[in-house]
């Protein structure tokens, strides 16, 4: 999630209107199968993967580029992807901040500045619902597991986990299960669809003003537990991508994504040497754009800056 206080930190990015980060996608496999998951929706494709010698290619011109940092995510898992081990050992050498969004179905000695577990369940049955494998308590021991060896090397990763909530019920059982492991954040954040459509019946509506209201109780109490801005942008929609140059998504064929949720909009390869401007001019249909989104924050902020009252006494 981008909030506005993190990009008001990157202000030269604004001004140069250069990607602050770049979401990477190592692969396109999977060892889960989310039946909610973004890139499922769209055809299969051959599974594939960026080689090291790709990603240090990539990483150069991003940095080159204004890139502060770089998220690994995407269309596939990529703890299992064939490089991943030489690739975070590459960026923790360089010290090059990275993030990572994970299944954790396997275990890695990592120090990113944040891992981001999506659990998506509280036992072996929900979790196999949610995910469609059984790897629950593996998880859960390799979470544990990062906890220690987090502690016995003393450095800084903030470790969270994630569900995507639907119903109140599951929200509970959720933070009552896991209350007692020693992550840094609880993540719960709303369902994603097309332009808001999940929560157009006034069902949908009241589970997620039960599950806000929950949140906001249980955070008093136990401040790990986030109340992601998401829930108050259900229905932002916006003309345009305002702030869609604040980020660069890469495939693992090393494609130009228009945004990671849009991975059939191929803009061209990163090395193009018109990539830039490519992008720049790349115009997308945003009746297609998942909301709420991570650029809704931005996405206002960059709006309102191009609103600013030429009315002297404004202030």
Known sequence: MISNNKIIYSLDNILSRKPITADIFLNSACNNKCP????????ERSSTYMTFKDFEHNITILLENGVKGVILTGGGEPTISPDFDKITEYLEKNYIPYGINTNFNVFKAIRPKYLKVSLDGYDRESYQKARGVDRYDTVIANIQNYIEFKKQF??????????????IEDVQKFYETHKGLQVDYFNIRPMESTCGEYYDSNQTLRERLKILEYLQDINEKDKRVCINYKWHEIWTLFDKCYANFSQIAINENSEVMYCCHKPYEIIGKLTDSDIWEKRERFQTNMQMCDVPCRLTAPNNFIQSLQNVPSDAAFI
């Open 36 to 43: 909610y998951c973004t890139y499922a929706r769209y055809k």
């Open 154 to 167: 003393g450095f800084d990763t903030s470790i969270g986990i994630q569900t995507v909530a639907t119903k």
